[in-house]
Each structure stands twice: as structure tokens, then as C-alpha cells.
């Protein structure tokens, strides 16, 4: 398993009013396993169910605000 860690600015507020994060396939690989982990005030962890779609080469990580976390995926 590996991680990509992310900060909230890296979020981009999207058409639908939603913020989104961008990967590539070649980044996190094609058909891999996602998981999205929010950081919390105490340094730790905790899984949330954001939504996530591909588009062509691009993977899409969308929530309704922007956060600190990481993606863990397989590779």
C-alpha cells in the first residue's frame, strides 16, 4: 500500500460547487483500491466516503470542503 498526502489547499472549488483534488492514473495507478483519510485536530486518521470518479487518465476526489488527509492506494 501506498499514501499521497494532501493539504487543504490543494483542493480546487469545481463547477458543482464542490472542492476537488486531481490525480492522474499514472500517479495512483489504473484500478487500484482508494481510500480517503481526513486528518483530525489530534494528528490521527479517520476514513470519510467522498466521491471519487475517472475521467479518461484522471482520477477525482470530491468533498464538500476543503481538508488535510491523505489517499492511501495499491500500487
Not at 28 to 53: P, Y
Amino acid at each position: 500500500m501506498s499514501s499521497k498526502n494532501f493539504t487543504k489547499t490543494q483542493f480546487v472549488l469545481n463547477n458543482d460547487n464542490q472542492y476537488q483534488l486531481e490525480y492522474s492514473i499514472e500517479e495512483i495507478g489504473q484500478g487500484s483500491n482508494l481510500t480517503i483519510e481526513r486528518k483530525k485536530e489530534d494528528g490521527a486518521f479517520e476514513t470519510v466516503q467522498a466521491m471519487i470518479t475517472r475521467l479518461n487518465d484522471r482520477v477525482f476526489i470530491q468533498w464538500s470542503e476543503p481538508f488535510d488527509g491523505r489517499l492511501i492506494f495499491e500500487n
